[in-house]
């Protein structure tokens, strides 16, 4: 997963709904879930969701990967022996090609040892199970920029941004106006060129 190969795309590969998954193995119970997340914060969320849902569970190990320069992920054993957990986990994701992704996988202990080789499977299968469940979806690379326009051009701008399918991230309306918008890099170009036809609108990249 090279971080040229990731900017040089239009689009990436995300999910947009919950899954879940489980694997057996000598009485240990290991139950993967795949979470769509944008942020930190909703890792944190998320995670803090699923302890609460398993609290007698022997450990609650994970991976994330966000963004699209391949630096942002982080993994976890939460107990498990180094390397065992986080990263075989990770390796799902990286496998499916996926991005603003969490898998947790929630362990209880069935009594016998499995071994750093038979951890390294459970955890592994689980994350890829889980992932096997959970539709993949497509999305555009979206590229952030600043508007200051008159009011009086606002039906002008906003024609453009239904047009092109942009997003809203912010706006201050009033006689004179500030907008954050998301533009499709697919699309970005013919935005740009859309939006200096407006008169006496300032766009800066965010």
Same mark, same amino acid.
């Not at 240990?28 to 942020?39: C, D, N, Q, V, W």
């Not at 202990?109 to 992932?131: D, E, R, W």
């Not at 497509?138 to 051009?153: G, R």
């Given at each position: 997963m090279?971080?040229?190969?990731?900017?040089?795309?239009?689009?990436y590969?995300t999910?947009?709904?919950?899954?879940?998954? @489980?694997?057996?193995?000598r009485?240990?119970?290991?139950?993967?879930?795949? *979470?769509?997340?944008?942020?930190?914060?909703?890792?944190?969320?998320?995670?803090?969701?699923?302890k609460? @849902?398993?609290?007698?569970?022997g450990?609650?190990?994970?991976?994330?990967? *966000?963004?699209?320069?391949?630096?942002?992920?982080r993994?976890?054993?939460?107990? @498990?022996?180094?390397?065992s957990?986080?990263?075989?986990?990770?390796?799902?994701?990286d496998?499916?090609?996926?991005?603003?992704? *969490?898998?947790?996988?929630?362990?209880?202990?069935?009594?016998?040892?499995?071994?750093?080789?038979?951890?390294?499977?459970?955890?592994?299968?689980?994350?890829?199970?889980?992932?096997?469940?959970?539709p993949?979806?497509?999305?555009?690379?979206?590229?952030?920029?600043?508007l200051?326009?008159?009011?009086?051009q606002?039906?002008?701008?906003m024609?453009?941004?239904?047009?092109?399918?942009?997003?809203?991230?912010?706006?201050?309306?009033?006689?004179f106006c500030?907008?954050?918008?998301?533009?499709?890099?697919?699309?970005?170009?013919e935005v740009l060129?859309?939006?200096?036809?407006?008169?006496?609108?300032e766009?800066?990249?965010?």
């Amino acid at each position: 997963m090279s971080d040229t190969k990731i900017m040089s795309q239009d689009y990436y590969n995300t999910i947009d709904k919950q899954g879940m998954a @489980e694997y057996k193995d000598r009485n240990s119970k290991f139950i993967a879930y795949a *979470l769509p997340i944008k942020t930190v914060d909703e890792f944190k969320a998320q995670l803090a969701q699923i302890k609460k @849902e398993h609290p007698k569970a022997g450990h609650h190990c994970f991976a994330y990967r *966000l963004g699209l320069d391949g630096n942002n992920f982080r993994v976890s054993d939460d107990g @498990e022996p180094s390397g065992s957990a986080g990263k075989p986990i990770l390796g799902q994701i990286d496998s499916k090609q996926v991005t603003n992704v *969490l898998i947790v996988v929630v362990r209880y202990f069935g009594g016998t040892l499995l071994g750093v080789p038979g951890l390294i499977n459970a955890y592994k299968t689980a994350a890829s199970f889980a992932l096997q469940v959970t539709p993949s979806v497509q999305k555009p690379v979206m590229e952030n920029y600043h508007l200051q326009f008159d009011y009086t051009q606002m039906n002008s701008l906003m024609t453009i941004i239904k047009q092109f399918d942009c997003t809203i991230l912010k706006q201050d309306i009033q006689l004179f106006c500030t907008m954050d918008i998301a533009i499709s890099k697919n699309r970005l170009q013919e935005v740009l060129f859309r939006l200096k036809d407006i008169r006496e609108i300032e766009v800066k990249k965010l």
